[in-house]
C-alpha cells in the first residue's frame, strides 16, 4: 500500500537556539581544532622562544601526544594549562594523539612510537592507561641501570640508532617515565651534486662548508617569496619521497631567527601568501635569489638550490619553558594534580627533555627526536613574463628548515642551521 507523504510543518516563528552540545550529523565537519594545526602553533610558539646564536632542532610533534596523555589524567589548573598549550580538549586529545602518531607510522621510511613505565606500586589507573593503546605500558623495576638500560635501548630502537636513549635522570622516587620518539627518513630524487666549497661573504665567510647544489626546470616552480613580520623570505621546497617536503627559509641578514621560522610556519599553514617567481621582477628581488634571463637559448625556466649540507643536535629542557607547555602546576611538588593518571600516588612532573638530530645531505634528509618527561612522587605585482628565466637561490649564511608532511602539512621537525656542515 502506498502512502502519501505528509506534508512538512510550517517553520516556527521563532525556533529554539541551537544546542551546541548535540553531536553534529554524519559527514558534518567537526568542530574541534585539527591536531595538525595545533601541533603546528606549538612548534612555531617555541620556535620563536629559542636561542638561535647555534644550531636548533625540534619538534613539537614529540611534546603533543606527551601532554595530551597529561592533560587526560589531570585536574585542576595543571588540567586547563595542559589543555591551553594542546589547543584541544582534554578529552579529545588523546584520541587525536594516536591518530598523528598512527599517521605518521603509515609514511614510508618514518616512525612514531609511545611508551609509558610506571612503577610496581604506582597504583596507575587502568583507564587512562588504556589511553595509550595497546603494547606501550612496561614496569618499572626500581633497579636504576636495569631500569636505564630497558629506556635508552627503547629510545634506540625506536629511531634506529639515530638517537643512543632518553634524554632524562632517573632516582628512586621516579613514579612514571612517558615517552615518545620520533624518525624522518626521506630521500631526494636526483641527489645533490656538490657545490661550493667557501662562503664569499656574511657570518659563514673563507669558511669550508660542504656545499651542494640542485638544478632544475621544477625547482623554478618550487621557489617562491613571502613578506611578512620579517620582511622578505626566500623559501626552496625540497620533495622528497613517502610525501616529505623539506623547506628552507632565507630572511634578510638583519631579521631575527625567530621572526624566519615563524614566516616558515606561516608559510606552511597558508598563514603567509607564497609569491610566485613568475610575478617576480628580473634582479635580486628578495633574500639570497637572483632572477635573470636565461642566456643559453633553452625555452625552460631553470631553477637552482645552492645550499649547505648540516646535521644539527639539540637538547631542550621544556621545563624550562613550563608556561609555553602547561607544565606550571603539573611541576607543583606539593599539589598532586594527576589523579586520573593514579589516585594512590600524588604525582608531579619533575622533569621533561626532548633530544634532537637532524641531518641534510645530497642523498637526502634524516631526523630523530625522543621526547620523555618524569614524574615523581609529590606532595603590488609585476606583469607575467613570458620569456624562460633562471633562479639561483643561495643558502649561504643562517637559515631555517621545516620537514613537512606534505598530504597535512604536519611539520614533523623544524631548525635553525647557524653552523653548516664542513666538507670532510
Not at 630502537?157 to 632516582?171: A, I, K, N, R, W
Not at 631567527?257 to 608559510?267: E, M, Q, R, W, Y
Request: one cysteine or more; aromatic letters at 6%.
Amino acid at each position: 500500500m502506498n502512502h502519501r507523504p505528509s506534508p512538512p510543518p510550517p517553520p516556527e516563528r521563532n525556533p529554539p537556539p541551537p544546542d551546541r552540545n548535540r553531536p553534529l550529523p554524519l559527514g558534518a565537519p567537526p568542530a574541534r581544532p585539527t591536531a595538525t594545526g595545533q601541533v603546528n602553533a606549538l612548534g612555531a610558539r617555541w620556535g620563536r622562544e629559542l636561542d638561535h646564536a647555534a644550531n636548533q632542532a625540534w619538534t613539537a610533534l614529540g611534546v603533543w601526544p606527551l601532554l595530551a596523555m597529561l592533560a587526560a589524567g589531570a585536574a585542576g589548573p595543571a588540567r586547563t594549562e595542559l589543555e591551553q598549550a594542546l589547543g584541544v580538549p582534554a578529552n579529545q586529545a588523546p584520541a587525536q594523539a594516536r591518530e598523528l602518531l598512527e599517521l605518521i607510522r603509515r609514511v614510508p621510511g618514518c616512525a612514531a612510537a609511545l611508551g609509558v613505565w610506571t612503577a610496581a606500586d604506582a597504583g596507575v589507573e587502568p583507564a587512562w592507561a588504556a589511553l595509550l593503546g595497546p603494547s606501550a605500558h612496561r614496569e618499572l623495576t626500581g633497579d636504576r641501570d636495569k631500569d636505564r638500560a630497558a629506556l635508552d635501548g627503547w629510545a634506540r630502537e625506536q629511531t634506529e640508532g639515530l638517537l643512543p636513549g632518553l634524554p632524562l635522570d632517573l632516582d628512586q622516587d621516579t613514579q612514571l617515565v612517558l615517552a615518545s620518539a620520533l624518525l624522518v627518513r626521506t630521500r631526494w630524487p636526483v641527489p645533490f651534486r656538490p657545490g661550493f666549497a667557501e662562503v664569499a661573504a656574511g657570518p659563514w665567510a673563507g669558511r669550508p662548508v660542504d656545499g651542494l647544489e640542485h638544478s632544475g626546470p621544477e625547482l623554478f616552480r618550487r621557489i617562491s617569496v613571502a613578506r611578512g613580520a620579517a620582511g622578505p623570505v626566500t623559501e626552496v621546497r625540497i620533495t622528497g619521497g613517502g610525501g616529505i617536503d623539506v623547506h628552507l627559509v632565507l630572511g634578510e641578514p638583519a631579521a631575527t631567527p625567530g621572526a624566519v621560522v615563524a614566516a616558515g610556519f606561516d608559510l606552511v599553514a597558508g598563514a603567509l601568501p607564497r609569491i610566485p617567481l613568475t610575478d617576480l621582477p628580473d634582479g635580486t628581488p628578495a633574500p639570497g635569489l637572483r632572477l635573470a634571463p636565461r642566456t643559453d637559448g633553452r625555452q625552460q625556466d631553470l631553477g637552482t638550490l645552492r645550499t649547505v649540507a648540516f646535521t644539527v643536535r639539540a637538547l631542550h629542557d621544556l621545563c624550562e619553558r613550563a608556561e609555553l607547555f602547561g607544565l606550571t602546576a603539573a611541576g607543583a611538588e606539593d599539589e598532586g594534580w594527576f589523579p586520573g593518571i593514579s589516585r594512590r600516588m600524588p604525582l608531579y612532573v619533575a622533569e621533561a627533555r626532548q633530544s634532537t638530530l637532524a641531518a641534510f645531505s645530497a642523498a637526502g634528509f634524516e631526523a630523530g627526536a625522543v621526547t620523555a618527561l618524569r614524574a615523581r612522587l609529590g606532595a603590488g605585482v609585476p606583469p607575467h613574463r613570458e620569456r624562460p628565466r633562471a633562479a639561483t637561490a643561495s643558502f649561504d649564511r643562517p637559515f631555517a628548515f621545516l620537514a613537512v608532511h606534505r598530504p597535512t602539512g604536519l611539520v614533523l621537525m623544524a631548525g635553525w642551521v647557524a653552523e653548516p656542515g664542513t666538507a670532510s
